[in-house]
């Protein structure tokens, strides 16, 4: 069974600041998605990499896949309050007729003002 | 275009009693899900249908909790006799086949 470990778990900071979280999987991905839950809300997706090595940017985010393809980064440039919410790595699987979805935990981030 | 629809965001149940949560997907969407979301973990999918039928169902536990897609399209989840540790989101989802998979905004079950 397959283990996608976020950390770290909670991250509260300032606005204006810089942060990273991590997603690491105990096997390879299928393909990674990235997604942001705010509260009350559904998880929405933000993201989908594939290939090993591969930087995907959408405005201040920047996600990076590792080279073996088993682990993930995303990195916040000048957080903002709106930027809160709970982040999920989650590995894709698109099969045929079916598509499933394994996520971590999550990161949940608060940017105060 | 709408998104997923789902009914009561709220229920506050007892334990041993039942509830039903009614989601509506995405028009043309074949593929819907339902995931249970415990707090502080991330969405576990409980079961796939694609169209009426059951593609995955192996994470549902059958002997209290019950999902049905009839026609195609809106479907129910049914839980009864709810515990306390069915306390949670459920999360409907919906997907074209093998694209991108779309949330509701969930229903959130307290049992007491």
């Known amino acids: 069974t397959q283990l996608l470990e976020q950390s770290p778990q909670f991250l509260s900071i300032q606005e204006g600041e810089n942060l990273t979280v991590y997603c690491n999987s105990s096997s390879v991905f299928s393909s990674l998605q990235w997604y942001r839950q705010e509260p009350g809300e559904g998880p929405v997706l933000l993201v989908t990499?594939?290939?090993?090595?591969e930087v995907k940017k959408l405005k201040r985010l920047t996600f990076q896949f590792g080279d073996a393809r088993k682990d993930s980064s995303l990195h916040i440039t000048a957080a903002q309050p709106g930027d809160t919410g709970l982040y999920l790595c989650?590995?894709?699987?698109?099969?045929?007729?079916?598509?499933?979805?394994?996520f971590g935990k999550g990161t949940k981030l608060s940017v105060k003002p | 275009e709408a998104g997923v629809a789902q009914s009561p965001r709220y229920k506050i149940i007892e334990k041993r009693q039942s509830v039903a949560f009614w989601c509506n997907p995405i028009s043309g969407h074949a593929t819907l899900y339902w995931y249970q979301q415990i707090l502080g973990q991330g969405p576990k999918l409980l079961i796939q249908?694609?169209?009426?039928?059951?593609?995955?169902d192996s994470q549902l536990p059958k002997d209290r909790f019950s999902a049905e897609r009839l026609k195609g399209v809106d479907s129910t989840l049914k839980i009864q006799p709810a515990k306390l540790e069915d306390s949670a989101v459920y999360l409907c989802?919906?997907?074209?086949?093998?694209?991108?998979?779309?949330f509701g905004e969930g229903s959130w079950l307290t049992v007491v």
């Open positions: 990499v594939v290939t090993g090595g």
């Open positions: 249908f694609q169209n009426n039928g059951v593609v995955d």
């Open positions: 989650a590995d894709a699987y698109y099969g045929g007729s079916q598509g499933n979805l394994i």
């Open positions: 989802a919906s997907s074209r086949t093998g694209n991108t998979i779309y």
